[in-house]
């Protein structure tokens, strides 16, 4: 009697086994599921809400239509923002090259190419507001990068880096690459690594050159790995540069380094609040998120299919 | 032909090592130049900002710690950090447990859905999520903060989680089941200790992630004595931009920095080879 019970409970029926995976599947994620919903879900759907209303934080909120919409996409401001965001997305392939050269170096285990991989990776541990400060104190016009250059008599080249749009951008992007090296070295060795040291040898053995080498099995080896950092890289620059831009340059001069992300937080926590306009501002960038994160997959995968 | 070849092979050799010795240097001077430069005064930083100091002097961080009070602002850091990160890795065992190993229906489309808001900013559900927590009082509360960072923290470890959890055989389960395993037996004695690398390197990305966050605890904690380091730091930063005190703020900027260094350096050998490894699945 007790024996055919076990039998029958370790012989367990496949209805059987659905239904309680299901149960413990369901009761495994649920917890997860309500707080995603109640502090992630919900803030969603009542910002979408307030972005028709000229909310203030506090008890105005009269619906206002798309007015918010209408004025952000109006607003010549928004389109220096874009075009902030834009040119700091130039920092990717600089990057994809210096990233994916110094991954296939690590690869070849290059001398010291362990030493090398741990101290590249540095700039990824340390906050990036920490960053930001030591770029804004290296490039402050009584700093270190100054005092070289009229050391050397460059004094013409001295200027105050972060004061003005074109230098302050290029610093920024300077700053994005050098904190990025490593993280894309890293993902580039990952991709490398699972690569069949076979082919290599076959190619070597067949006769390639090593840029032949590189530029017929490395990179397009690489596909999958430079699809991955260009979509996380541009999702970054969409909505990850608020550190950078808050200790470096606070947006300034004007609104010449403000991105779109730093421009939600000015008009919501920072110089004013008007949230109404910073939901927008904020739906506007998630949609912009969505739009180049969704055509840059359409574009990979076919890209993908032309290599094979 | 053939020497000149190999020194060819030699000179490229050389060349890259300096290089790669050159961005090596660029990685960890400024942790050299926080370094001497914390131990200055104001005057000798201005001087000369490349000197080593006179002396070996600590006036800077023992004003950090008495005057600023960091410490305070360390011990909230790791406080939020140890609760948010034992409550992420929690839950997110056993979900990615659930979407790992129990087909249950629809286990596909929440596991996607739970991952997407990994993309949604912070900026976009910043607003009305302020005002909720303000409805319950948790705006300048460690709960407050806590509690997003929760939220913020799970699709990221879940995404890592069930990726690795797929690696462990249904055998190896099925034959727990059969010793008469339950469902918590299972995940206590099959899926943590064999996913335990992976659940350790989400550990110390999540608390080296925390411990160098800005905005959220930016936004919600008001009060310096309920700040986080980096919080405290930057409000410190501001206020005194321009006539700041590099030498002061260098000492601020590298006690910021030692914890997630620590950790790295501990666990760098660990978390090299998993993120080469698992970086892309």
Known sequence: MNVSKNIRRKVRPAARVARQNNLQGWLSVLPVLLVIAAVRGYPLLVGFQKSFTNWDGMTRSDFVGLQNYIRVLSDLEFWKLLSNNAIFML??????????TVSVLFYEKTAGWKFFRSVFYLPQMISSVIVGYLFAVFFSFRGPINTILSSLGLEALTRDWLGQRASALMIIMVC???????????????????????????????????????????????????????????????????????????????YDTTTIDYMVYLKSFGTSSEMGYASALAFILLLIIMLLTIGQMKLSNRANDWGE | MKKRVKLSKRLTAVFTFVILTVMALSFVYPLIYMFLNSLKTKTEYFQNPFS???AFRLENYQIMFEKFNLLRNFLNTFFMAFVSITVIMALSVFASYAFSKLRFKGSGIVYIAVICTMFIPAQVTMIPMYYMFSKFNLVNTYTGVIISYIAAGLPGTILLLTANFKGIPGEVIEAARIDGAGYFGIIRHVVVPMGMPAIAINIVLSFVAQ???????????????????????????????????????????????????????????????????????
């Open chain 1, 91 to 100: 920092f990717i392939p600089i990057q994809l090259v210096i990233g994916i």
């Open chain 1, 176 to 254: 994005l690459v050098w904190v990025n090296i490593g993280w894309q070295a890293m993902l580039g060795l990952g991709g490398l690594a699972s690569v069949d040291p076979g082919i290599f040898e076959a190619a070597k053995i067949d006769g390639a050159g090593y840029f032949q080498r590189l530029f017929f099995i490395t990179i397009p080896m690489l596909g999958r790995t430079i699809e991955y950092s260009c979509i996380m890289s541009v999702i970054w620059v969409l909505s990850g540069l608020f550190p950078y831009i808050f200790s470096m340059t606070k947006g300034g001069p004007g």
């Open chain 2, 52 to 54: 080593l100091p006179g």
């Open chain 2, 211 to 281: 411990c160098n966050e800005l905005f959220t605890p930016m936004i919600l904690l008001q009060d310096t004595e309920k700040q986080t380091v980096i919080v405290a730091l930057s409000a410190l930063m501001s206020q005194t931009k321009g006539a700041g005190d590099p030498a002061f703020q260098m000492a601020g900027m590298l006690l910021a920095v030692i914890p997630p260094l620590i950790i790295y350096l501990i666990f760098q050998k660990y978390l090299t080879n998993g993120l080469t490894a698992g970086a892309i699945k």
